[in-house]
Structure formats: structure tokens, C-alpha cells
């Protein structure tokens, strides 16, 4: 196991993430938009892979993978696309600019009717799609890894894919996310679930935080050591918002007994993993 090379790829990552990427041609700019269960993200890249602006919004629009609100959905896109289209007018001196190609990503196994609902509500904010994939192989085409493992742990669900030269071999998906800890949060200090949510995220409570939230943790680790059985993994990589919660990666680690690595920003791996992919 070659650690220097995951360094040096994580803090490759972390470099992209940057907004620092210059607009040469608006025409070749392209957005990856990630529609989740608790946010939906556009990144906006240049044709040179980087990020050029980044825009995203809490939202709850889908249950499980599954479109529920598709106006609701629309609306959410559209706003941040011109967000986002205002910003790039800001950059270039434009006084009016429109994105439109983009590539989304579903869930994996998720069945056609709902790729199609995914697919609807990008198409009609005025985008075109030019790739569709799923989310373990859009966090793959950032993180680049041939062997391991990659947990994404977003708002509803803990997924796990298993990769064996750089192909995926191996998914599963649990009903146990970031919305699970803000309800236990919730619970525990008698406050409404917004409330929670906001709480969670507040870095400087953090330890306190994972204090509250270590045994929902853990049982994600569990969950993830399940499924591994019979699989050789040696390293695991974090995606997902709720990952960005400090010693995440340690608890994992110590629940699977696998090296779990985590870049500085977990949440946008997927959404940028899409944008590459356009
Ligand atoms: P899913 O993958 O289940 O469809 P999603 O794509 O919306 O959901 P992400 O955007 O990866 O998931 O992550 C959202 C979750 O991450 C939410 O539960 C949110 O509260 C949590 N989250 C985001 N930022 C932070 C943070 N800084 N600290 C703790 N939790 C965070």
C-alpha cells in the first residue's frame, strides 16, 4: 500500500476543490448537478477540470434517491444555476451568460423511472445532459482509486463500493445518514430538528457533537465491516457531507480495522466526481 500516493491524490483533490479555475471560454464550461437527499450541488468546472464556482442549497426534494418533489426540485436547480450563471457574469464582465451541458448521477441500482425523474428535473432548468452515471463511480473519477473501498454517508443513507481495479464490484446502500445524527441531536438537547441540523454543523460545538452522535458512528463502521466480509479491501476513502464531522475517519477505522483516509472536504467529492464526468 502505496501511502504517499493516496496523500498526494487526496491533497490533489482538496487542490481542485479550490475555486481556482480560470474562465478562457464560457462555452466549455460545464456543471455536475448532484441532486441528494439533504442537499442539492451544482460545481461548475472548466475544461480544464477545475472548479471555477461551486453553489448549493439544504433541500428536502427527494426521499431515498427518489425525486418527491419535482417542483420543488426544479425550482432548487434553477435558482442555483443562475446563481451560478450570475457569478461567471461577474467573473468574465458578461452581462448575461447560461450554463448548458451538464452530467448527473444517480444512486446505484437505482431503477430507470427514477434516473428519468433525476434526468427531468436538470432538463427543464434549460441543461443538457451529457452523462449520466452512477454516485460510486462519480466520487471514483475524483478519488481515482484501482483497489478499496469508498464510503459515502450523505443526509439519508450509508453507501459502501467496493472497487477492484478501479471497477466497482460491490455496492450497498443503508437507510442510516447524517439526518439519523441531527435527529438524535435533536433528541438529545429537546430542540427542533432545523435547529439540529444547524447545530451539527456548527464547527465549534463539533466535539461536542461527536460526543452526542459516536455510537450512530459506529454502527455506520459496523455496518460498513458487515458488508466488507469476503472482500479484500485494505483501504477505505470518505465521501459525503456527514464525513466532514472531526474524527469520523478514526472511528471508522476503528469499527472496520481498515485505513480509512478522509479529504479536508468530504461533502463535495460526489458533486465534483459528477462534474468531471460531463
Ligand atoms: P444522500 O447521499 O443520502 O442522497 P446528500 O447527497 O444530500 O444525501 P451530502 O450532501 O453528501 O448528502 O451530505 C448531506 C449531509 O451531510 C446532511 O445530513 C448534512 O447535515 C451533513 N453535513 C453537511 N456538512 C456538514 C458538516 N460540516 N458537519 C456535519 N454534517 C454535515
Known amino acids: 500500500f502505496d501511502c504517499e500516493k493516496v496523500k498526494r491524490r487526496i491533497e490533489a483533490v482538496e487542490k481542485s476543490l479550490e475555486e481556482v479555475g480560470e474562465i478562457t471560454d464560457p462555452s466549455k464550461l460545464v456543471v455536475g448537478v448532484d441532486l441528494g437527499t439533504a442537499y442539492i450541488v451544482l460545481v461548475v ?7 471555477v464556482a461551486t453553489e448549493m442549497q439544504f433541500a428536502q426534494v427527494l426521499k431515498d434517491g427518489l425525486v418527491v418533489d419535482f417542483m420543488g426540485a426544479q425550482r432548487i436547480v434553477r435558482q442555483l444555476k443562475e446563481k451560478l450563471e450570475q457569478r461567471i457574469c461577474e467573473k468574465t464582465g458578461r452581462t448575461s451568460f447560461e450554463l448548458q ?4 448521477a444517480m444512486p446505484s441500482n437505482t431503477a430507470e423511472a427514477e434516473c428519468k425523474a433525476h434526468k427531468y428535473v436538470v432538463e427543464a432548468c434549460g441543461l443538457e445532459i451529457i452523462n ?5 463511480t462519480a466520487a471514483n473519477r475524483v478519488l481515482e482509486i484501482q483497489n478499496g473501498g469508498v464510503i459515502d454517508i450523505g443526509g439519508g443513507t450509508t453507501g459502501l463500493s467496493i472497487f477492484k481495479d478501479g471497477k466497482v464490484i460491490y455496492t450497498m446502500d443503508e437507510p442510516t445518514g447524517g439526518t439519523h445524527l441531527s435527529l438524535v441531536l435533536a433528541g438529545n438537547f429537546r430542540i427542533p430538528f432545523d435547529e439540529a441540523e444547524t447545530l451539527k454543523k456548527d464547527s465549534s460545538r463539533h466535539r461536542e457533537i461527536v460526543g452526542i452522535v459516536r455510537p450512530v ?5 459496523t455496518l460498513v465491516k458487515n458488508h466488507l466480509v469476503g472482500h479484500e479491501v485494505h483501504n477505505l476513502y470518505l465521501a459525503g457531507g456527514t464525513c466532514c464531522l472531526p474524527d469520523f475517519e478514526n472511528i471508522i477505522e476503528k469499527q472496520t480495522g481498515v485505513a480509512t483516509h478522509k479529504p479536508v472536504n468530504p461533502f463535495l467529492i460526489t458533486p465534483l466526481g459528477i462534474a468531471i464526468s460531463a
Do not use: R, T
Open 132 to 136: 449520466m452515471l452512477d454516485e460510486p
Open 217 to 221: 458512528i459506529e454502527k455506520m463502521g
Open 45 to 51: 468546472l472548466n475544461e480544464n477540470g477545475q472548479a
Open 101 to 104: 451541458y451538464a452530467a448527473i
